[in-house]
């Protein structure tokens, strides 16, 4: 083999190197391949059909709002809940596996965490369970634990809030109207 065979098939297999690393480069500064949701969880496609807004009352007799709205490509339902004169809280649900995590944005200053249970196979309830807390001052300060949403049709559901303090429970349950 001559010296000019040997340059000739260096400067080809630079060229190949040089076009792969090019290649390689360009996939990684694209960012991850996007890939749909391969399994759809039906509480998740149960809380969508609460996108709008809507008015209600405590128990207490208590004024209450509440909106939802379908965010980052449908992958997400952030929930924003005022009540009486308190500042509005926002609550995100998305899928996580086999279940829909919610996470709680509260005017307490923490962030509880849930899990859904399995949903009845009606899907009239979905129930929430604590799963942990951010910024919580102490483990007994003041906290929501659980959330049951009751779906009556498609213009009332019911929500059902736990507080959890100093070891000690209280419910408030809010009943809503569709906004017309």
């Not at 083999?1 to 390689?24: E, F, Y």
């Not at 969880?41 to 149960?46: A, H, L, M, T, V």
């Not at 980052?72 to 829909?100: C, F, I, R």
């Amino acid at each position: 083999m001559g010296k000019k065979t040997v340059m000739k098939n260096w400067s080809g297999l630079c060229v190949i190197v040089l076009v792969t690393s090019i290649l390689i480069a360009g996939m990684s500064f694209a960012g991850p391949a996007m890939t749909p949701m391969s399994k759809t969880i039906p509480e998740f496609e149960k809380m969508k059909s609460l996108v709008g807004e809507r008015e209600g009352k405590s128990l207490e007799g208590n004024n209450a709002k509440v909106s939802y709205t379908l965010v980052s490509d449908n992958s997400a339902l952030m929930e924003k809940l005022a009540m009486g004169g308190e500042s509005e809280m926002v609550t995100m649900y998305h899928p996580d596996g086999d279940h829909l995590i919610m996470t709680h944005y509260c005017s307490a200053h923490n962030q509880p965490r849930m899990r859904s249970q399995t949903a009845s196979m009606e899907m009239k309830n979905i129930v929430f369970d604590l799963v942990d807390v951010t910024n919580l001052a102490t483990p007994d300060a003041g906290h929501m634990r659980k959330l049951a949403l009751t779906f009556v049709d498609q213009d009332h559901f019911t929500q059902e809030w736990t507080w959890s303090e100093k070891g000690k429970d209280s419910t408030v349950v809010i009943r809503f109207e569709r906004k017309k």
